[in-house]
């Protein structure tokens, strides 16, 4: 029988890390919005934050081996470059086309546009057999994607150019999250915990993103004066601590994405990240000036209502007894190297009489 506090515990830890990474992910958003204003470099200011997000990773995996005492998993050659690098592939095109679109469009635009990634974790689920197919999960998308193309259609602010790259980079966010579920459904691997699925991501996903910052960025950053060719050094540690602070901001976010898909699903994740982008868009045009019309408006309004649809049938499904979908991992062969950072006493009430299975919810 499980612990009477359990399921009170678990809702307001699982609220607590929704919370976390909305912190992150507005906040990065946010962020390099701003620095993209006088430093027009988003593949060098993405391979920097991949510098830092390893170099956290290394370190907070350091402590957390003397803290448990055990060994963190370091995967093989060649099981790391079959298994893992399709995975830091898709990460880093996702994130460098996401961050270079900012030099083209408004933060209302980006976060409009990036919501249309359900779409494709959707498609990418069903043909991966992560999720079964649900005729209402088709129209919480139809939903949303109509809410985007109403957004889209009457934009006084839009640019085709930055559209078309938020438009591959959800395409290729979908593969992504798809792919970082199964990577972290694996039990075998041992990559259930996000700082483990960090540190060996960020070297490929650095070396996937180079040739194209050579190609576009490399004579530009070696000739600016804010970097290589700097005449004060205060212009120098000025560029640094911004782009640290982002490498920070990127690893919190990393990090949270990753615990909320190791706990629920890619779907899961990117619909509740809607109510995200809604607070990034109020924001937006609070504080940034972005310009909404009516029809707008309305759009932002029929992706609220497909957000309002989802969370209907998943309580429908629970009151009538039938419960959520799940897919059930595996049974971890190194049940340590899950997440000891938020394993309470009042988990295992619950893990020992599930054999220590975990739940992937729909």
């Not at 956290?56 to 003397?66: F, V």
């Not at 699925?197 to 804010?226: A, C, D, I, R, W």
């Not at 019309?293 to 629970?318: D, E, P, Q």
């Amino acid at each position: 029988m499980a612990c009477p506090t359990h399921f009170l515990c678990k809702a307001l830890r699982t609220v607590g890390l929704v919370l976390f990474y909305y912190a992150f992910s507005i906040g990065i958003t946010f962020y390099n919005k701003w620095l993209m204003k006088d430093f027009h470099f988003p593949l060098f200011m993405t391979l920097v934050h991949l510098t830092i997000i390893f170099c956290l990773s290394t370190l907070t995996r350091s402590a957390m081996q003397c803290w448990t005492g055990k060994p963190r998993v370091t995967l093989p050659w060649k099981v790391y470059l079959s298994k893992v690098a399709p995975t830091a592939l898709a990460t880093t095109l996702d994130i460098g086309l996401s961050n270079w679109s900012f030099l083209f469009i408004t933060i209302s635009l980006y976060t409009m546009t990036k919501s249309s990634a359900v779409l494709f974790i959707l498609f990418f689920s069903l043909l991966f057999k992560l999720e079964e197919p649900n005729p209402f999960l088709i129209l919480v998308v139809v939903l949303i994607s109509s809410g985007l193309f109403m957004f889209t259609l009457k934009s006084t602010q839009f640019n085709l150019e930055g559209f078309i790259m938020v438009l591959l980079a959800s395409f290729i966010g979908g593969i992504r999250w798809t792919l970082t579920q199964l990577l972290m459904q694996k039990a075998e691997l041992g990559l259930q915990n996000p700082i483990d699925t960090m540190y060996h991501l960020q070297p490929l996903m650095f070396l996937g993103l180079f040739p194209l910052f050579l190609l576009n960025e490399g004579l530009s950053v070696s000739t600016t004066e804010k970097l290589f060719r700097v005449s004060e050094l205060s212009h120098l540690l000025y560029s640094l601590v911004t782009l640290s602070v982002g490498g920070m901001l990127a690893f919190g976010l990393g990090f949270s994405e990753f615990l909320l898909v190791s706990r629920t699903s890619s779907l899961t994740l990117s619909i509740a990240g809607i109510f995200k982008e809604v607070c990034t868009l109020l924001l937006a045009v609070e504080f940034l000036g972005d310009k909404m019309s009516t029809v707008n408006w309305l759009g932002f309004a029929v992706c609220l209502s497909g957000i309002s649809l989802h969370i209907g049938l998943k309580t429908y499904r629970n009151k009538v007894g039938n419960g959520p979908m799940v897919r059930n991992l595996q049974v971890r062969e190194n049940p340590h190297l899950e997440l000891p950072l938020l394993q309470t006493k009042d988990d295992y009430c619950e893990d020992t009489n599930d054999e220590e299975e975990h739940e992937i919810l729909y």
